[in-house]
């Protein structure tokens, strides 16, 4: 594991004012025009935001900052982090009653918010008691006022300095919660930057390149790697905002990396198919332009498994599309991509992370790995080992150059009758490349394996093939001829609708009744 030094938030503001300054940071659409704002106008203004922070509060305030990915949005949460006080993100859809539940269980102080949770503060503050009026982020006067209010020209220029202490908690992020209760995963500063302080494997950017932020900044994922990582690197970040204005952003920004997921990668690729289809005439990295934009280069994925054939497609186009792997509870990172890792992998461990196999248990120690769950010490003291080690809960094994491979949940695991282990994870991974297949959820039910399989029913209306229950099934039959007897699919059902995801995107597991 190398040795850092880890920077604060407000340390990485100044640094990268000195080198950058004027140089456009963020930009993004408004009313249909794009605005900039520079290194130097990041700082001012999440200063600004800081001094407001610090005049309503003596003390440190935990706060609710609930929106999805603005300028705004990005203004408050570097205010948050350089001010003392504690940051928590949630999604801007959350419901009234979640919001209540989890925002008592987090001791929010503060409720930051843009238009999406308007008509639920009130009650949310009813159900909570929260003393502090709420700060609606993106309303344009309020924003404005604070900016001008609390300028390095005003009154209280000198409240913005302050350091941190770099080792007291600043951020609380709760887990996504695919079963159980969500627990709120606590970071310092210190441990939350220390995780975008690795060492990349490839060496793909430089400042002049552009990163489309498409993933909402709520997420550790992107917040981490959009915004905290482009600070110290220099990049320029992009906003894309709403998901439909995706295919406008491409290519009004040309970015040269994008982080995303899964399923907007697979999307993508349909659409860059599309284009080759009705311009046969087209190069496949010309039909790849017309999508992406001129400058791609990189996609870098996370958040649930990537089917190497896609990586491959990607390839054929001109694009490099490769997976990390990483934990809110490890700050983020555990693995990032590497040209020569096996597409099966899930990347090289990050130099600042060791790892090692435990009963067949993945886990490490690393500077960002969290102080703990909010209020929940048993619920910590389960996720380390008695030395010291993170518990991931993920089943894999390490293979030379610290390339590692992901095989399943240790949580998920079925243990049958027979003493059989079975991954659900590699049942599910079967499916994948099947194109009359959207989801697969596979569990066990008294004893027996079962998948719920929501078909992609486009495919079936595209090809005029009826009767999708059956062409499952018989699927679903030939897969169990290759299959050991301990991983035969015994039950199928065919889904009329998705499977339930959670806010970050991940299906649902069912709990196994054996």
């Not at 419901?95 to 269980?105: C, H, P, V, W």
Request: glycine share 6%.
């Amino acid at each position: 594991m190398r040795e850092i030094t880890v920077p604060s938030i407000r340390e990485l503001l100044d640094n990268a004012v000195e080198k950058h300054n004027e140089k456009t940071f963020i930009e993004y659409f408004e009313n249909n025009v794009i605005i900039e704002k520079s290194f130097k106008k990041v700082r001012e203004d999440s200063l600004a935001v800081c001094r407001y922070l610090r005049a309503i509060s003596k003390k440190p305030l935990h706060i609710a900052l609930c929106g999805g990915t603005s300028y705004e949005y990005i203004v408050f949460a570097t205010a948050c982090l350089i001010s003392g006080n504690v940051m928590v993100p949630f999604a801007p859809d959350i419901s009234a009653s979640e919001a209540s539940n989890l925002f008592k269980r987090a001791d929010i102080d503060l409720i930051v918010h843009d238009s999406m949770l308007c008509d639920k503060v009130d009650e949310i503050i009813n159900n909570t008691g929260i003393r502090f009026s709420p700060v609606h982020m993106t309303d344009k006067s309020v924003f404005n006022n604070i900016i001008t209010k609390y300028s390095e020209n005003s009154e209280y220029a000198s409240l913005s300095d302050y350091e941190v202490d770099m080792d007291a908690l600043a951020l609380i992020i709760f887990t996504s919660g695919t079963t159980g209760v969500k627990k709120g995963v606590m970071h310092s500063t210190r441990s939350f930057v220390a995780n975008t302080m690795c060492t990349d494997y490839v060496s793909y950017l430089s400042s002049e390149d552009i990163n489309l932020s498409v993933l909402p900044m709520y997420h550790v994922f992107c917040f981490s790697g959009d915004y905290v990582k482009n600070l110290e690197e220099g990049l320029t970040i992009a906003l894309n905002g709403n998901m439909k204005d995706l295919t406008r952003n491409l290519l009004a920004f040309q970015p040269t990396v994008i982080r995303i997921v899964p399923m907007i990668a697979q999307t993508l690729l349909r659409a860059i198919k599309a284009v080759h289809a009705k311009n046969p005439s087209f190069t496949p990295r010309q039909a790849a332009e017309a999508v992406y934009g001129k400058n791609i280069k990189w996609l870098l994925s996370g958040g649930a498994y990537l089917p190497p054939e896609l990586c491959v497609e990607y390839e054929n186009y001109g694009i490099y599309l490769r997976q990390g792997y990483g934990m809110s509870e490890a700050g983020c990172r555990i693995t990032i991509p590497d040209y020569f890792c096996s597409l099966d992998s899930v990347g090289r461990v990050i130099d600042i992370c060791d790892v090692r196999i435990q009963g067949g248990e993945i886990q490490l120690k690393t500077p960002s790995v969290m102080l703990g769950y909010y209020k929940m010490p048993e619920e910590t003291k389960e996720m380390f080992t008695e030395d010291g080690w993170l518990r991931t809960g993920d089943i894999g094994y390490l293979a030379e150059k610290e390339e590692l491979f992901i095989t399943g949940r240790l949580k998920n695991l079925i243990i049958l009758s027979s003493g059989e282990n079975v991954s659900p994870e590699a049942i599910e991974k079967k499916f994948n490349d099947i194109e009359s297949i959207n989801e697969v959820l596979v569990y066990a039910e008294k004893d027996m394996i079962v998948a719920d399989i929501y078909p992609n029913y486009q495919y079936f209306e595209d090809n005029k093939i009826e009767n999708p229950e059956e062409v499952i099934i018989s699927i679903v039959k030939e897969l169990n001829k290759e299959s050991k007897a301990s991983h035969t699919i015994a039950k199928v059902n065919v889904l009329k609708t998705p499977l339930e995801r959670t806010g970050s995107g991940k299906i649902k597991r069912k709990a196994n009744t054996l």
